[in-house]
């Protein structure tokens, strides 16, 4: 690389004096300092190589259009392999009838079924793969943090070990055999800040109201929050003489807004 770097300064020096020497230039350079004119002479010869670069270049490397045309192509010349959701009805009416109102009612067939267009072709000697294992439903189901609440998630370490998944679920409208009894059912993350909190020994019924919808379709039947600053006033306002929680004075503690907008309720401690 040293070698590469000096040969190139020589150059540039080069054609540094050879411009220098050069009649016309020669009274005007003589006024400018080396390092500009040599940083002239290597953006020109930038300039130059990019120009020449981009003329060698193919026209399908530099026309939008063609470059769009050409992907198309490349696309359409892919082998089809999804037949998509609505063409399974045609033979599966029961089952499309199932998920169209149940749970899985957004996702595809094929996203368990794997791709179906042979499937469409052949329906008796090719068959769409059918996840029975434990392995298939967790890649959705297993806990994760970054879950939305309310999404339901199980360990399946514990969760029925050595079932299929399929044993007690329908897949196609995989409702729970049981109404869950337990909030930490889908709510596991909140029910474990909470049992190492000051609020452990509450429970959850006790700041939120939950119809019994709301066990079956929690993102369509919402718990109930406190609307009401002496809501947790009936503990925590001065005036009351319940032993133990930390006490306020709501006139002047935290002006207009609801406890639960500063303090987190689940841990009460964090701010």
């Known amino acids: 690389m040293d070698r590469e770097r000096l040969w190139l300064e020589e150059m540039v020096a080069r054609w540094v004096r050879g411009i220098r020497k050069w009649a016309p230039m020669k009274?005007?350079?003589?006024?400018?300092?080396?390092?500009?004119?040599?940083?002239?002479?290597?953006?020109?010869?930038?300039?130059?190589?990019?120009?020449?670069?981009?003329?060698?270049?193919?026209?399908?490397?530099?026309?939008?259009?063609?470059?769009?045309?050409?992907?198309?192509?490349?696309?359409?010349?892919?082998?089809?392999?999804?037949?998509?959701?609505?063409?399974?009805?045609?033979?599966?009416?029961?089952?499309?009838?199932?998920?169209?109102?149940?749970?899985?009612?957004?996702?595809?067939?094929?996203?368990?079924?794997?791709?179906?267009?042979?499937?469409?072709?052949?329906?008796?000697?090719?068959?769409?793969?059918?996840?029975?294992?434990?392995?298939?439903?967790p890649l959705c189901h297993e806990y994760n943090p970054s879950r939305p609440l309310g999404f339901p998630q199980i360990n399946p370490v514990i969760h029925n070990p050595m079932k299929a998944c399929v044993t007690c679920h329908n897949p196609h409208d995989p409702k729970p055999p049981q109404t869950p009894q337990r909030c930490a059912a889908c709510h596991g993350s909140i029910e474990r800040g909470k049992a190492v909190s000051p609020h452990a020994l509450l429970e959850c019924t006790t700041c939120h109201a939950t119809p019994d919808q709301h066990k079956v379709s929690p993102w369509s039947v919402s718990a109930a929050k406190p609307t009401s600053r002496e809501f947790c006033g009936q503990c925590h306002s001065k005036d009351v003489k319940v032993a133990g929680p930390p006490k306020v004075d709501l006139a002047t503690h935290g002006e207009k807004y609801l406890c639960w907008q500063c303090h987190y309720p689940h841990m009460p401690g964090v701010d």
Do not use: M, W
């Not at 009805?89 to 089952?95: K, M, P, R, Y």
């Not at 109102?101 to 000697?125: F, I």
């Open 27 to 137: 009274t005007l350079l003589s006024k400018i300092p080396d390092q500009v004119v040599r940083l002239a002479v290597v953006a020109l010869l930038l300039i130059g190589a990019a120009t020449t670069l981009l003329f060698l270049l193919p026209p399908s490397l530099k026309d939008k259009k063609l470059q769009r045309a050409a992907a198309v192509e490349r696309e359409k010349a892919r082998p089809v392999g999804y037949a998509g959701a609505t063409i399974c009805a045609a033979c599966h009416g029961s089952q499309y009838a199932t998920k169209k109102t149940g749970y899985h009612r957004s996702l595809s067939c094929e996203t368990c079924h794997g791709p179906a267009k042979e499937h469409t072709k052949n329906p008796l000697k090719v068959k769409p793969q059918v996840p029975q294992g434990r392995k298939f439903c």
